[in-house]
């Protein structure tokens, strides 16, 4: 339990300020998000003149804060998932279930890192129009986001493990 002890004191800090950051940048994208989408929308029905930049950057936006928001709700185990079994399985079932989760998961994380990283080396060259970013940017979202996962689950059996 020593060992449980300064794992969770070492890596309340380090979550605080990981997910702390996440949290921030996906509310500073929401704000951009609704703004551009805002100004979309007069440029389009009210100016007729809809700006070339609007929507590939709301793509982008959306994109990134889709996959930040999803590991802030990974963390704190907020997800969608089915629990209509849950009152028919005793705590060891529950268990081996969360545990699988848990492994999905991970292996769902890995797969992002993996894939997304070869993702954003096909995608470098190619840039998205009006904002002329490489889609690389885009796609550097799923690595990102499979780190946080992995971050997620840990925090999430930190505490599990110590009965939070």
Excluded at 38 to 58: A, C, D, K, M, T
Excluded at 128 to 150: E, H, K, Q, R
Aim: glycine share 6%; hydrophobic share 55%; proline share 3%.
């Amino acid at each position: 339990m020593d060992a449980l002890k300064t794992l969770k004191k070492i890596w309340e800090p380090v979550d605080r300020v990981v997910f702390g950051l996440v949290r921030i940048a996906c509310v500073l994208m929401l704000g951009i998000l609704v703004a551009v989408v805002f100004y979309i929308f007069l440029g389009r029905y009210v100016l007729h003149n809809s700006p070339v930049w609007g929507e590939p950057l709301s793509l982008f936006l959306l994109t990134w804060m889709s996959i930040l928001g999803s590991s802030l709700v990974l963390r704190t185990d907020e997800h969608l998932k089915v629990t209509m079994f849950d009152s028919r399985m005793s705590r060891g079932q529950i268990r081996a279930t969360n545990i699988l989760a848990t492994i999905c998961i991970f292996v769902f994380a890995i797969f992002m890192l993996v894939y997304g990283r070869q993702l954003m080396t096909q995608a470098r060259k190619n840039t998205m129009a009006g904002i002329n970013i490489p889609y690389a940017w885009m796609y550097l979202s799923l690595p990102v986001a499979g780190v946080l996962y992995i971050f997620a689950l840990i925090s999430q059996w930190t505490r599990r493990i110590s009965g939070e």
